[in-house]
């Protein structure tokens, strides 16, 4: 019978000789050893590493692939398979929820010289919203254990300040940051509620982009053009306005962090 050392044998699975080593030191194969040490492998033990790497390609844990490779029965094999389909089937879905959010930010990102500071009317998206800073000072009160699955669900979940509609109007500094998601994405990921989250339906917006540089924080007074537009063609700013962050980029050394933002209005 052929036997060969690690080397080839790695070579041969493409793995390497450090993880033969790890799963012989848990048990999962037991290679011969030479006299003077070294280990070999022969074809029944390929073939059992050939089960453990399809095993782990299916997700399962070293545990589970122990009992897979050496002891589950009948029933018990159904059952974890079942579970491997419907952990495939919650990976695809994150995944088309990540390529839907990565191919939005992309095509924003491609367009984001046209539409800085531009104003447009536009449907804002129907999304669920929650605050965790206020100006400086971070709401504690609002950090859960439901918090932190939706941070693990960026940037589907998106970074999203908010305006307050009076700071608007007067030009201030006042800012709000939290997360948003919109409400059908939201849906086929099953999050949780949050305390303190807002449902904001879809309405009549002007939507732009807004930026600042360096040092200086986005605030209600980077909203002055809208005001100015809003007065122009006899329009209400008719509620808090709420953004998704875009991201940042250097401009001639210094950085900017550019928002895409919503306003709701209604005729004057």
């Known amino acids: 019978m052929s036997k060969y050392n690690i080397s080839k044998t790695s070579r041969f699975l493409g793995i390497s000789s450090e993880l033969l080593r790890h799963y012989e030191r848990l048990g999962l194969i037991e290679p011969e050893r030479s006299e003077n040490g070294y280990r070999f492998f022969d074809y029944r033990q390929i073939d059992k590493l050939q089960g453990i790497r399809r095993f782990r390609?299916?997700?399962?844990?070293?545990?589970?692939?122990?009992?897979?490779?050496?002891?589950?029965?009948?029933?018990?094999?159904?059952?974890?398979?079942?579970?491997?389909?419907?952990?495939?089937?919650?990976?695809?879905?994150?995944?088309?929820?990540?390529?839907?959010?990565?191919?939005a930010l992309v095509?924003?990102?491609?367009?984001?010289?046209?539409?800085?500071?531009?104003?447009?009317?536009?449907?804002?998206?129907?999304?669920?919203?929650?605050?965790?800073?206020?100006?400086?000072?971070?709401?504690?009160a609002v950090i859960s254990d439901e918090l932190m699955t939706w941070l693990e669900r960026t940037p589907v979940v998106f970074i999203s300040p908010a305006f307050p509609r009076a700071g608007i109007l007067s030009g201030s500094e006042d800012i709000r940051f939290g997360y948003g998601i919109e409400v059908a994405a939201r849906s086929r990921l099953s999050l949780?509620?949050?305390k303190g989250e807002q449902h904001l339906?879809?309405?009549?917006?002007?939507?732009?982009?807004?930026?600042?540089?360096?040092?200086?924080?986005?605030?209600?007074?980077?909203?002055?053009?809208?005001?100015?537009?809003?007065?122009?063609?006899?329009?209400?700013?008719?509620?808090?306005?709420?953004?998704i962050t875009l991201g940042p980029c250097h401009d001639h050394g210094i950085i900017c962090r550019h928002h895409r933002v919503f306003v709701p209005v209604e005729p004057a």
């Open 57 to 103: 390609n299916m997700g399962f844990s070293l545990a589970e692939i122990d009992r897979l490779i050496d002891a589950a029965e009948y029933d018990e094999v159904d059952s974890l398979l079942e579970k491997a389909l419907e952990r495939s089937s919650r990976d695809i879905l994150w995944l088309t929820e990540l390529e839907r959010a990565n191919r």
């Open 107 to 140: 095509e924003e990102w491609r367009q984001l010289p046209q539409h800085l500071n531009r104003c447009e009317e536009a449907l804002s998206p129907e999304i669920v919203r929650v605050d965790i800073r206020h100006n400086s000072q971070v709401d504690e």
């Open 192 to 194: 949780a509620c949050v």
């Open 201 to 243: 339906a879809s309405r009549r917006c002007i939507t732009t982009v807004v930026f600042s540089r360096g040092q200086e924080h986005i605030s209600c007074r980077h909203l002055r053009h809208v005001v100015q537009y809003c007065q122009a063609h006899r329009l209400t700013i008719a509620g808090d306005a709420w953004g």
